[in-house]
């Protein structure tokens, strides 16, 4: 009893809900690339074997990491849905989008990374394709051609979140004014003239 006493209080405790945060930890602070069993668990303080009492295995913790990440972003898409419809909404949606990327940009490229398990990772994805497309159908596009239309707003905003994400832009860009261009252009095939509103 009294060796079980002097254990850490973290091996005793380890959870998998706590190896999947730590692995977040690990990507806010190192990148998708650092993650490995063996960072994971110096993180959490235990041997690489005692891991496998909690996850299968580094594409287990992966998956995880992209799926709830997928999750959050869905829940800020769909917080920000709310209420609005219209270009106007459209706008707050992706202004919205860009601003958790920035925020999250370590994770942001965990989970635009060739997905671990496709399925489930499209499951967490709900939230975020529903607000899309129903903001997107609010704005006049056919629902049978939303899917399609969401994705190709998605790439183009994609495209200046991973290059604004990485900094290769520098300070010296004007980035607020490069955004709204890559939004107009991406928005003129949906709406002629897109209000600022």
Known sequence: ??????????RRTLTRDKVIDAALAVVDEHGWEQLTMSTLATRVGVTGASLYNHVRGLDDV?????IRTMAALGDRLREEAMGRSGIGGLRRLIAAYR?????????????????????????????ANA?????LVSCGVPEEDSL?????????VHGFAMIEGTGFLGDDMDLDHIFETVVDGA???????????
């Open 1 to 10: 009893m009294a060796r079980d006493n002097e254990r850490p209080v973290r």
């Open 62 to 66: 992966r998956s995880e990491v992209q």
């Open 131 to 135: 607000a899309l497309r129903a903001m």
């Open 187 to 197: 928005l003129s095939a949906i709406a002629p003239s897109p209000s600022h509103d």
């Open 148 to 156: 399609d239309t969401a994705v190709a707003l998605f790439a183009a």
């Open 99 to 127: 601003a958790w990327t920035v925020e999250n940009h370590r994770r942001y490229r965990a989970l635009t990374t060739a997905p671990i398990d496709r399925a489930a990772l499209m499951a967490a994805a709900l939230d």
